[in-house]
């Protein structure tokens, strides 16, 4: 396998493979002595797993690590455990017949995510105050809908920290294998303070919910008839993706002042045309800010379409969505109290 990825990798123009390792201890060696852009390294690591080699790594000598990982309900869980420690993505390892598609995978991500550093998160220049509660949904309350990829597990978690019990109805499409879309929700909902499901088709939104996107052979949209729902489309890629930010964001347009949309980071451009609808029918578009983002392509995409209100650094993404939603909220009540 190491071989393969190695070899795979090496005929890439741009990419030059400088070491390999067998073990942890040999890839510490290897750290240590090496300059290194990337890492690529496996969840099942003879002597220590790959997830608590990540973390030493991070804690000591942080740089982008992408994770292989068999789609086992353990591989699942261990590699989102590497996500929310630091690594920018987990791919599945090679399968016969298929090792092309993952190595090409693999090599993309290497060139984005080998040209920024890993940099602290820091405020960005736009202002966000800090809401203590959520906006209550009503019948024609605020819609959260956030959009990520590359980078986006550990995005969405520090994101959905800090989210209070009572937030906004919020759907969410992260580009990840169906297999792990189910850990990554059942993950964030032992770990954070609203209710986080996979979503399912014709599921009310309410407030405190949190709805993500199932992924294998459906999209997640949302549909308005009857109250806000979570609507499932069974169709082909969008954008290259299935589950597709495009199609979510599409969806929403007919209600666009009532949503809150959100690009996080991730590679490609999935939804940024969608989002500049939204934000055209009178959404309120936030993407997340260059220096913070693992790779810096949906948003980028988005900011250059003109679709995007306000780039925020990641920290600052929660309160800039709980601030927009209690502001709306409360001009609601004063002009309903004239």
Do not use: W
Request: neutral net charge; aromatic residues 4%; contains cysteine.
């Amino acid at each position: 396998m190491r071989r393969l990825i190695r070899n795979g990798l090496a005929s890439y123009k741009g990419i030059k493979v400088v070491a390999e390792a067998g073990t942890a201890s040999e890839a510490r060696d290897v750290i240590k002595r090496t300059a290194i852009d990337v890492v690529t390294l496996d969840v099942e690591m003879p002597g220590m797993s790959g997830s608590e080699f990540l973390e030493r790594v991070m804690r000591l000598r942080p740089m982008p690590i992408v994770m292989l990982s068999s789609l086992t309900q353990e591989g699942s869980d261990i590699a989102l455990r590497a996500l929310s420690l630091g690594a920018v993505e987990c791919v599945e390892k090679p399968r016969f017949g298929e090792a092309r598609a993952t190595i090409d995978r693999l090599a993309e991500l290497v060139c984005a995510v080998g040209r920024k550093p890993l940099v602290p998160n820091r405020s960005s220049g736009c202002a966000a105050t800090v809401a203590k509660t959520a906006s209550k949904p009503g019948k024609d309350g605020k819609i959260v809908l956030i959009g990520s990829s590359t980078g986006g597990v550990e995005a969405l978690e520090r994101v959905f920290s800090e989210f209070p019990e009572n937030c906004p109805p919020t759907l969410v499409t992260q580009h990840m294998p169906p297999q792990f879309l189910a850990s990554f929700a059942a993950r964030l909902n032992s770990s954070i303070a609203p209710d986080v499901r996979l979503a399912t088709d014709g599921q009310p939104l309410r407030e405190g919910r949190i709805l993500i996107a199932p992924g294998g052979d459906y999209h997640l949209g949302l549909a308005i008839e009857n109250g806000a729902r979570a609507r499932l489309v069974k169709g082909p890629e969008q954008n290259g993706h299935r589950p597709s930010v495009g199609v979510l964001f599409e969806s929403a347009v007919p209600v666009a002042p009532r949503i809150i949309a959100v690009m996080l980071t991730g590679m490609g451009r999935d939804g940024a045309e969608a989002m500049l609808k939204l934000r055209a029918s009178g959404a309120q578009c936030f993407a997340q800010d260059e220096a913070t983002s693992v790779v810096f392509g949906m948003p980028r995409a988005a900011h250059e379409l003109g679709a995007v209100d306000c780039l925020l650094a990641i920290d600052d993404i929660a309160a800039g969505v709980l601030d927009r939603a209690m502001t709306d909220r409360d001009s609601s009540l004063a002009r309903a109290n004239q």
